[in-house]
């Protein structure tokens, strides 16, 4: 039997090996206070690189909104492409034709009624396609009159799709349909981010005195056998991660910047995005492209589309924005009427480039509204703009990663959540959000996930000052290179989009519908909508800040 004294020199002697275990392998465990190494990522299993991008399982009420959004998302069901694949078999936008059915009751039209347009795709080969999963855009306009409408389209899945859209003014109304994918695209653009998440890498730079090494970030990090360093955000949640520097620790990062865009396609794919051939091209009508639309009768029943129940939030007419909502849109044309509407307010802006487009026509705008330099980068920020004689702090932070800036210092990499959280609020505060196309390539999980800590940060905000004006800005669609459509196309902002106004309705916020604003008006689809459109959604704005004046 082991006496008391041998009891003690074994344990002595344990303890020594685990202190010299942990001396050995210090830099291994090396973090700083809001890093954390989950070891449990680093894989070298072969296997694992099929589902390298996993998530940590949700809250149940989280879990099942999420599953709700992912089928309310979902696409038709598409067959696999050949391997050797042909553009005759696939849609084409100019054997494709629409065709206006006429007015159910008779008789002609009238302001009020709904317009319904029949879609008929077919190949290349002439043939009529038998399968519905083609991604078309349609709206109404008349350009004498400055006036357009977005249109709901209506998948048939048999070849066929209807669009609807609201008879809102007198005159000419003219048709446009333009197919932004055929299905054979969307399959690949699919693909691509199910296999293929991090095809747009991001980079970090670590630096200790003279010594700097660069390694690859993300969400979704391939498994090697390099170790981790774990940027999951503390307060949100939110993952990121970067291969370890060989020589430095994680605590050394300095900036975060895109890298290198890697994108694998089969043989042939590319020819599925080709502008002017199947990309963003305009389908011919089969008779006439418009109606002619007479005033509202009094007593009038209207003709309602049986197809689709619209919900659209505005339409042009005469150059100008009209909700069709609650809240009247104003028209703000002077520097002293938005002045006045801002006067004492403070405005965070929150999110990618096209929220900064706001911060940059606000301050093109009002001359007294003077932005500091902070010496900061034109493209990253942070930027704050103060009109001393009315009292206006303007302020624009960008979201944080995945960001795919040219270089942005580690710590301005602000998570939306956080900065809400840091915010008192009160009846002076305007809080205006915009964050969806720097998501475009990730599972639609990964923007989910972004939203629910956002939405969060909302609802605590509210909470503890329900006079704060909160204003959601929605995706826009965009002109289409085989770059941006393989990147950024406007499918993925569409089903992002989607996601963003499900999660948002029925909360006290605001909406300025970028989506509608931008396919309704005729200037020429941009990420970064054009002067007149921004001025636009500024006046949306505006009015929920200030709906008396």
Same mark, same amino acid.
């Given at each position: 039997?082991?006496?008391?004294? $041998?009891?003690?020199?074994?344990?002595?002697?344990?303890?020594?090996?685990?202190?010299?275990?942990?001396?050995?392998? *210090?830099?291994?465990?090396?973090?700083?206070?809001?890093?954390?190494?989950?070891?449990?990522?680093?894989?070298?299993? %072969?296997? *694992?690189?099929?589902?390298?991008?996993?998530?940590?399982?949700?809250?149940?009420?989280?879990?099942?909104?999420?599953?709700?959004?992912?089928?309310?998302?979902?696409?038709?069901?598409?067959?696999?492409?050949?391997?050797?694949?042909?553009? &005759?078999?696939?849609?084409?936008?100019?054997?494709?034709?629409?065709?206006?059915?006429?007015?159910?009751? +008779? +008789?002609?039209?009238?302001?009020?009624?709904?317009?319904?347009?029949?879609?008929?795709?077919?190949?290349?080969?002439?043939?009529?396609?038998?399968?519905?999963?083609?991604?078309?855009?349609?709206?109404?306009?008349?350009?004498?009159?400055?006036?357009?409408?977005?249109?709901?389209?209506? /998948?048939?899945?048999?070849?066929?799709?209807?669009?609807?859209?609201?008879? @809102?003014?007198?005159?000419?109304?003219?048709?446009?349909?333009?197919?932004?994918?055929?299905?054979?695209?969307?399959?690949? @653009?699919?693909?691509?981010?199910?296999?293929? %998440?991090?095809?747009?890498?991001?980079?970090?730079?670590?630096?200790?005195?003279?010594?700097?090494?660069?390694?690859?970030?993300?969400?979704?990090?391939?498994?090697?056998? $390099?170790?981790?360093?774990?940027?999951?955000?503390?307060?949100?949640? !939110?993952?990121?991660?970067?291969?370890?520097?060989?020589?430095?620790?994680?605590?050394?990062?300095?900036?975060?910047?895109?890298?290198?865009? &890697?994108?694998?396609?089969?043989?042939?794919?590319?020819?599925?995005?080709?502008?002017?051939?199947?990309?963003?091209?305009?389908?011919?009508?089969?008779?006439?492209?418009?109606?002619?639309?007479?005033?509202?009768?009094? /007593?009038?029943?209207?003709?309602?589309?049986?197809?689709?129940?619209?919900?659209?939030?505005?339409?042009?007419?005469?150059?100008?924005?009209?909700?069709?909502?609650?809240?009247?849109?104003?028209?703000?044309?002077?520097?002293?009427?938005?002045?006045?509407?801002?006067?004492? &307010?403070?405005?965070?802006?929150? +999110? /990618?480039?096209?929220?900064? $487009?706001?911060?940059?026509?606000?301050?093109?705008?009002?001359?007294?509204?003077?932005?500091? /330099?902070?010496?900061?980068?034109?493209?990253?920020?942070?930027?704050?703009?103060?009109?001393?004689?009315?009292?206006?702090?303007?302020?624009?932070?960008?979201?944080?990663?995945?960001?795919?800036?040219?270089?942005?210092?580690?710590? !301005?990499?602000?998570?939306?959540?956080?900065?809400?959280?840091?915010?008192? +609020?009160?009846?002076?505060?305007?809080?205006?959000?915009?964050?969806?196309?720097?998501?475009?390539?990730?599972?639609?999980?990964?923007?989910?996930?972004?939203?629910?800590?956002?939405?969060?940060?909302?609802?605590?905000?509210?909470?503890?000052?329900?006079?704060?004006?909160?204003?959601?800005?929605?995706?826009?669609?965009?002109?289409?290179?085989?770059?941006?459509?393989?990147?950024?196309?406007?499918?993925?902002?569409?089903?992002?989009?989607?996601?963003?106004?499900?999660?948002?309705?029925?909360?006290?916020?605001?909406?300025?519908?970028?989506?509608? *604003?931008?396919?309704?008006?005729?200037?020429?689809?941009?990420?970064?909508?054009?002067?007149?459109?921004?001025?636009?959604?500024?006046?949306?704005?505006?009015?929920?800040?200030?709906? $008396?004046?």
């Amino acid at each position: 039997m082991a006496t008391l004294p $041998q009891y003690c020199t074994i344990f002595i002697l344990l303890a020594v090996l685990v202190f010299i275990f942990v001396l050995v392998n *210090m830099n291994f465990l090396e973090h700083k206070v809001n890093f954390k190494l989950d070891f449990n990522r680093v894989s070298t299993d %072969p296997e *694992m690189h099929k589902n390298f991008c996993t998530f940590k399982p949700l809250p149940p009420l989280d879990a099942q909104e999420e599953h709700f959004l992912l089928r309310s998302i979902a696409w038709p069901m598409i067959p696999l492409l050949p391997d050797h694949l042909s553009l &005759k078999q696939t849609s084409d936008p100019a054997h494709s034709t629409f065709t206006i059915l006429p007015r159910r009751r +008779g +008789g002609q039209w009238h302001v009020g009624d709904q317009l319904e347009v029949i879609i008929q795709t077919y190949d290349f080969s002439g043939i009529p396609k038998n399968s519905g999963g083609d991604f078309f855009v349609a709206r109404l306009h008349n350009s004498k009159l400055g006036a357009g409408v977005g249109g709901q389209v209506v /998948d048939h899945l048999n070849g066929s799709y209807t669009a609807v859209f609201p008879l @809102l003014w007198e005159g000419s109304a003219e048709v446009e349909v333009t197919l932004v994918h055929p299905s054979e695209a969307i399959t690949v @653009l699919h693909r691509l981010t199910t296999e293929q %998440p991090d095809r747009i890498s991001f980079q970090s730079l670590f630096r200790s005195g003279s010594n700097s090494e660069t390694t690859t970030c993300n969400i979704c990090l391939r498994p090697t056998q $390099q170790r981790l360093c774990n940027y999951t955000d503390l307060g949100t949640g !939110e993952p990121w991660f970067c291969y370890k520097p060989k020589n430095l620790g994680c605590d050394t990062r300095i900036t975060h910047f895109k890298g290198e865009v &890697k994108q694998k396609l089969k043989a042939n794919e590319e020819k599925l995005f080709q502008s002017g051939v199947n990309m963003k091209v305009i389908v011919p009508a089969s008779g006439p492209a418009s109606v002619t639309v007479l005033p509202k009768l009094e /007593d009038q029943q209207e003709v309602e589309s049986r197809i689709v129940t619209l919900r659209l939030s505005g339409y042009y007419y005469q150059g100008v924005w009209r909700a069709l909502g609650d809240t009247a849109v104003r028209q703000f044309n002077s520097i002293s009427a938005i002045s006045q509407c801002l006067r004492g &307010k403070v405005v965070h802006l929150y +999110g /990618d480039s096209t929220i900064r $487009q706001w911060f940059e026509h606000l301050t093109a705008t009002l001359p007294d509204l003077k932005e500091f /330099d902070l010496h900061n980068l034109k493209q990253v920020g942070p930027f704050m703009a103060l009109d001393n004689v009315n009292n206006i702090l303007v302020t624009h932070r960008c979201h944080g990663p995945p960001i795919r800036f040219a270089s942005v210092p580690t710590s !301005e990499l602000h998570y939306i959540a956080n900065e809400l959280d840091s915010l008192t +609020g009160g009846p002076n505060t305007v809080v205006v959000i915009g964050i969806w196309s720097h998501f475009s390539t990730f599972p639609v999980e990964v923007y989910i996930r972004r939203l629910h800590s956002i939405r969060k940060a909302v609802l605590r905000l509210l909470d503890r000052e329900p006079g704060t004006v909160v204003v959601i800005r929605t995706a826009n669609l965009k002109a289409l290179t085989l770059y941006e459509a393989l990147t950024n196309s406007d499918w993925y902002s569409m089903q992002r989009d989607k996601v963003l106004r499900a999660m948002f309705t029925r909360l006290n916020v605001h909406l300025v519908d970028a989506w509608e *604003m931008v396919l309704a008006h005729h200037l020429p689809h941009s990420l970064h909508p054009q002067p007149p459109i921004i001025k636009d959604m500024i006046d949306v704005v505006l009015s929920y800040i200030c709906p $008396q004046m």
